[in-house]
């Protein structure tokens, strides 16, 4: 059974950065891809950046230029920096996995992300 486990989330002005993180109990080598997906108050759960395993990637329109995902496969870690965060931004943030039998997909727990003055 896969788990993923993120931190990292928290409270940050407007402006400010944050950087997630994402640790999977096994290799993420078994991932086809992986991404980060939100969910704001009332609102759907959206995509906001994944990355394949060949290390392509891909952005909300509504993030690009300011959030970067990466991967880090010595320590089976994704990451998702984040920068100039607005308070649209906030939201509770959700690491995802989908094996390379490109069925089975994994979800954290999620972490809280809060743009506030």
């Known amino acids: 059974q896969v788990q993923l486990v993120e931190s990292g989330g928290g409270l940050v002005q407007p402006g400010g950065s944050l950087r997630l993180s994402c640790a999977a109990s096994g290799s993420i080598f078994s991932f086809k891809t992986m991404g980060w997906y939100r969910q704001a108050s009332g609102k759907q759960r959206e995509l906001v950046a994944g990355?394949?395993?060949?290390?392509?990637?891909n952005y909300a329109d509504s993030v690009k230029g300011r959030f970067t995902i990466s991967r880090y496969t010595a320590k089976n870690t994704l990451y998702l920096q984040m920068s100039s965060l607005k308070p649209e931004d906030t939201a509770v943030y959700y690491c995802n996995g989908l094996l390379r039998d490109g069925v089975r997909s994994y979800w954290g727990q999620g972490t809280q992300v809060t743009v506030s003055s």
């Open positions: 990355i394949t395993s060949g290390d392509m990637t």
